[in-house]
């Protein structure tokens, strides 16, 4: 049975995806992004899952940044897990008394709308994440009047919902990861994605253009990019690449070998059955047998045959 | 004497920045980024000042995703300013007796080292600004033993520098703008930076490759790109450019042009100069008289002459 | 009536592809290609008709290079003329007499098959063009015993067709251009061409995939591209390209004026009808209306409105 | 001692060719370039060299067409030829007394300027070679007063030179390739060329573009393109390369292959030394022991290894 850290504590929407992802596991909750990373690196876990995107959000960056700076760890798999918020607070509690609100900062902007419109004159403190502010909501002599969180959260920290699905959208989706230390890949299974880090070798214009030309040239389409600072000063970016495919595939072998080549440093992240479970178009000449058979006729060329 | 909306309180970075860049101006500080924009859209303010992004931590999405949804502004000044962090507490606090930190989650990752070393048990907590929790710390019943600030915002609310300069590393910076409503733009400089919010028709592989291409073109280098999601589910993003040049040379509005024919929507965010004084290389044939040059020889090629 | 250049002698391919162009012009036969474009120049005639390519020997380079170097002329009309040739000698011939056969290098190239087959023996010399062939045979006392020409010329020099259709592909077509001195261009019809010529500012590598992207980043198509040497040495070309759309067309005007900024000299041959009636796939973002949209926003954007 | 193939008669060009690429080989003078060709196809010779281009007249035609449709062939060696021409005639022959000039075409486009100064009245009329018009002219009855061809075509065949060096430019050059039967290929020297043949898969806007991009993006320049009709109607074309580097550079084979997936059909003619010796600039990132340590970092990461 697997061991699997988590951002904590109980209750948060980490937990529910790490619970959709291996419901057998044990859970080891954590404090912060990095602490669950770190328990896995260290091998105080098997695993960590850790948030990667928010649809509304954004990256989480600390995820990122994790990913990028720390020591390697291969994300295995993903899940896309619908985020939806309740206002809980401690039995007794009406609407009308919440002056203080606790939660993560991502649930503030996300609930803006409903805190605007409900809450007016309430003021709303981040905490470190929802479960950790349902938590602290349900302490006898917590200075907060309510939590927004997950209503996992409530049932599990003893809180009423006064009101759910709060969020200004309801489909609001945040993409979960689950990652290990370097290990065998999972499988090619027709449907799956590749991350990779990429650091410029020197911060010439058009090199965004040439890292995306070693993609398209070979037919690799990309799912989502994001810039990263290198910490060296503004206008010093690295880069996040998700993108169709696996790396046991012929054609994002050689594009990310490419890009290897012609960059500073290139990291490799995993390749995972994509969630969502889409297919690529595999463009003309980019199939695994197309390279192939372009491989044998290389091998006859160079050998001088016809 | 213009009248500038901030992210307050008082002692912010935002306030020094703001000092920087207008230093005769009235201050008007607010609650967040959305509500100093706000000011300005409102007409409270006739500008307001916010950050845009820091060598650490990133964009601050807040600020790009204000510009991008929000009733339009116009960037017209930028400035870049070296973020320094200062533990900073209630006369007679000694470090051994902290217990509590309050600061805002950016100087939280700045300052990651520090904290590990010298504050090792320390509960550190997440504030709306560095400035507020200097301001809560100088409260007599605050809950808070310390907040990181700037030295600033310690002299502010009266509280006594324990360590200066705590952020992991000393050159750390940071980039604000300045906005106004739509107005006429600053005059080029020869040394000016624009920047674009697009949104794409529809989000075809090799969408992202059109956009840069429709820049290298015309010789315009991008200096940062930063995807946003849309909110309408994981995959969708808009995308903020940076790149070199004012909109009245003639190659960023050929290309800006371009962008908005094959795009769903370019939003310009504004030109302006420059905080770092550097002068683009010009690419041969990109320059003004070159292309005034061309429209000249294409008016007569139409007319049938030789 | 206008007068127009060919290359004659009468009975030549030119001289069909003149009259299907413009039945009533009055005709004036040239000895060469050369010959006939410089009464063109010279206002000896009012145009000239000339051939440009051919599906099976490809360009006739003689009339590029006359296009790129001699004098500016402007091609106004196209057309594409099937070719056949037919073994044309004195009446009283047989076959099996023709020991030497006289006609153009091109219709040398195109009759391989069928004189390798019927006339193995024969040595075939090379004509100024197949109605001079034709005419040379019909002197008493010609050293030639057939020609090979179209059968307007047998026709026109009383010489007997032996054989007809004896090219070895029965769909040999020849493109022919009318050309005049510089003159107001057709107007628009929406299966238009446009012929360029474009050299090179410095021969750097990727000049050529530059100049491609100048006209695919506008979405126009190519249909043509030939390399031709400058005359400077092996290695040093520049280039003639045809593509879809007319200069008075927004996509084609600026990707042209693209052209002109960043290379070293752009001649304009013209915008003229297709033969083939074909009119082209507008890319998305680059029909008229939709620069002329894109110039309106520039314009708004320019003057600061939002 | 090998036997090669030539275009003959003894004392063209081409036989200054063969001789400075193997000064001690057999010759074996041919009719045309086809048929040195074929005789190197069929065994009667154990290669050929024959003419590729001209710095004045650009492609020889007939050898690229040879070259994409015939047997295949492989070319070994290539050489750049001086070419100067004489005006050449029986003893006794005063130029006043020239009435009919005998040559090849080429010569005829590249003694243009000669001719019009200084036989301005002469019938110039087409040889198959300029070897074999200095032979019809050496004929005691020849219809021909003089030949225009190479000095050493009239010391082979007794006639006297009345004029040395008359082409427009004292720098024009022939290419000449030796090649032969398919075999091992010229050891790379770091200094070579590669030449190709290329059939488009389907005719779409972009191909073209698509085929550059293969090359560009592994840092393979470009040195020769050529377009030639593949027979099948005007606007159908195959496509001649060549490139720097050898077949079996790691940069060259990647790009080739490339191709080979992406295009209908990639005939390989041959990697061999430049003539010129120049060697190519490598760009970063393509050099051989790149793409062998970016091999072995994909096959580290494909095992799952950090």
Request: charged share 25%.
């Amino acid at each position: 049975m697997p061991r699997l850290a988590y951002l904590g504590p109980e209750g948060t929407f980490t937990e529910e995806a790490l619970r959709l992802l291996d419901p057998t596991a044990e859970r080891l909750p954590c404090a912060t992004v990095s602490a669950a990373l770190n328990a896995a690196r260290a091998g105080d876990a098997d695993g960590a899952v850790v948030p990667l995107e928010n649809s509304i959000e954004g990256a989480i960056t600390t995820t990122l940044d994790e990913f990028a700076w720390g020591e390697p760890l291969l994300i295995n798999a993903e899940l896309l897990l619908p985020v939806q918020f309740s206002l809980l607070a401690r039995p007794g509690t009406e609407i009308v008394h919440i002056k203080r609100v606790y939660t993560h900062p991502a649930a503030i902007t996300q609930c803006r709308a409903y805190i605007s419109r409900e809450l007016p004159d309430a003021v709303v403190v981040s905490a470190p994440s929802t479960a950790a502010a349902a938590q602290e909501v349900s302490l006898p002599g917590s200075p907060y009047d309510a939590a927004i969180a997950a209503r996992i959260a409530g049932e599990h920290y003893g809180l009423v919902e006064l009101a759910g699905d709060i969020g200004d959208r309801s489909d609001t989706v945040t993409r979960f990861v689950k990652v290990s230390r370097p290990q065998p890949l999972p499988k090619v299974t027709g449907s799956d994605r590749t991350t990779l880090v990429v650091f410029l070798a020197d911060d010439h214009p058009g090199a965004l253009l040439e890292m995306l030309t070693e993609f398209s040239v070979r037919g690799v389409n990309l799912t989502r990019i994001e810039s990263r600072p290198t910490g060296d000063g503004i206008g010093r970016y690295f880069f996040h690449f998700d993108f169709e495919g696996h790396v046991a595939d012929a054609r994002v072998g050689e594009a990310i070998a490419g890009l290897h080549r012609i960059c500073g440093e290139v990291r490799f992240l995993g390749s995972y059955p994509r969630a969502d479970g889409v297919a690529p178009r595999i463009k003309r000449g980019t199939a695994d047998a197309e390279f192939a058979e372009a491989g044998d006729w290389l091998a006859r060329v160079r050998a001088g045959l016809a």
